[in-house]
């Protein structure tokens, strides 16, 4: 049996720390031009070990799907935070991810002993954080946030895909693809583009 890497960084982290309880905090939708960001963060039970939870971008649509049941399932809290585009206007993408960071730890009902935090660096009072680059492929609890977080997104641009079928967001969830700026020389922005975005800024004063 391959030994899962993510899980004994968890395990690690539970020795070197004296600790039980693990959150791992992750977003998705940061580079997007369209759609909200999401931020998720997820207590594992400690005994939890899935080798197929990583970074979300490296599994497909169907096992995000899959493995986004089973994560809730196997957890004792999570929570997710959403953020729409002018939130992000008004805050810029790395605020809106360190406002939701911090929002989804403190909403999370059951107070973890340590925090894992993909890439950023969060103060947070009365929680120990920890700013784990790259961690969604290193740690299971921030790779099941990121899975989380993902798939909750991907159900939002999919049914707004829906609404404005035009855009493709079933394909390209709203992020700066050059198909997607095509589309919106073609038929504008809609009010859940992000206009502080360079794209869209660009096509605004134009």
Sequence with gaps: ???NIRYL?????????????IAG?????????AGPIVVASAILKPDYNNSKI???KLLNEKQREELYEEIKENCIAYSICEYDSKFVDQYNPKKTSQIGIIE??????????ICLIDGESIELARYK??????????SI????????????????????????????????KGYCTKEHQEKVKEYGALNIHRFSYKP???LKEK
């Excluded at 989804?104 to 002993?113: A, C, G, N, Y």
């Excluded at 609890?141 to 967001?169: C, T, W």
């Design 1 to 3: 049996m391959i030994e």
């Design 9 to 21: 960084f968890d395990q690690n982290i539970r020795e070197q720390y004296k600790v039980r309880l």
């Design 25 to 33: 905090s992750d977003e998705v939708g940061r580079g997007a031009m």
């Design 54 to 56: 990583k970074d979300s």
């Design 104 to 113: 989804s730890i403190k909403s999370l009902k059951v107070k973890p002993d």
């Design 129 to 138: 954080c920890l700013q784990i680059i790259k961690g969604d492929n290193l």
């Design 141 to 172: 609890s921030i790779g099941a946030a990121s899975i989380l977080a993902k798939v909750y997104r991907d159900r939002i641009m999919n049914n707004f895909h829906l609404e404005y079928p035009q855009y493709n967001f079933i394909k390209n």
């Design 200 to 202: 869209i800024k660009f």
